[in-house]
């Protein structure tokens, strides 16, 4: 029976909105309306697709949620490696690696840089056909990640469709935010269950579960730094590529800077050795790349990393280990 057009004109007018209330909320950090309002909306949405299920779209905001508990995850190939970045402990390794990028240039070549927070959390790849997430993976061994669609779909700050109908796969980090992390640890605590030792394995952990439900209650969030083919999209630098993913509605680290020297690195990086305590997650260094995707391209990879990129890596906290178990993410 063919549904009524005005219940298919409100069902649209929900999905839209509440996907704009979701977007505020989770990318920008921003919300437009009571969570209250939120809640009454999804309901409503619910209700319609419950009485009519030809009103189902794969993309809905009531699909975050998904299904049934999985018995497993299947594999992925990634077909572009993930790669993992060489490590700079000091600063005289920045200037090594700067010298090296330069000794593999042409001399005239001018040099620039994008530094960013490297959040220390899980890598995955999104991938998404014709603006909507149709896969979600780990990164794995770089090769071989394995298949989370259904617990990354239940993280707010992924958007189930992009702004703009493009085929393409991007790559971030999933983190859980620090208040977080305390408000799980002390539920497990008062369960008498193991803690997590951080964030990073609470997140990996959270991921890892095979009901989708658990994942979805423990409020994990993601910054994306990376196009898997940027090169298609017609993109010259990666600070572009970055614009490009926000522009998309994808959540980008807001302290990313462009930078046109080494000294300026070197000042970023002191200015979050200092700052990292006051972001309400966990960073284990900077990443620094070349900016432009052509000087990427001729610098190319060694067998492991790129020669484009280097992690500068914060000296490990002291941190008071406890004698908790460590519950084996
Ligand atoms: N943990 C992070 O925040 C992070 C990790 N990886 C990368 O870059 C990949 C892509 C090019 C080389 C490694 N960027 C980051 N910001």
Known sequence: MAIDQD???RAAELRERLHRYNYHYHVLD?????????????????QLEENHPAL?????????????????????????????????FNEQELWDFDRRVRQGLSPEDDVTYSCELKIDGLAVALTYEEGRL????????????????SNLKTVGSIPLHLNEAVSL??????????????????????RGEALFANPRNAAAGSLRQLDPKIAAARNLDIFLYAIG??????????HEAIAYMKKLGLKVNPENRHV?????VIAYVQHWIEKRKDLRYEIDGIVIKVDSLRQQDELGFTAKNPRWAIAYK?????KMTTLTDIELS
């Open 169 to 190: 796969e991007v790559r971030g980090e999933v983190f859980m935010p620090e208040h977080s992390f305390q408000r799980l640890n002390e539920a497990k605590g008062e």
């Open 134 to 149: 149709v896969r979600g993976a780990t990164r794995g061994d770089g090769q071989i990640g394995e298949d989370i669609t």
């Open 314 to 318: 914060f000296p490990a906290e002291e």
């Open 260 to 264: 046109s020297s080494m000294e300026e």
């Open 56 to 88: 189902k779209r794969e993309d809905s905001p009531t699909m975050r949620v998904g299904g049934e508990v999985l018995s497993g995850f299947q594999k992925v190939r990634h077909e572009r490696a993930m790669l993992s970045l060489g490590n700079a």
């Open 7 to 9: 219940i298919e004109m």
């Open 30 to 46: 921003d919300p437009l309306v009571p969570d209250a309002n939120y809640d009454e909306d999804m309901r409503e949405l619910i």
């Open 229 to 238: 083919d940027d090169r298609g999209a017609g993109l010259a630098s990666h």
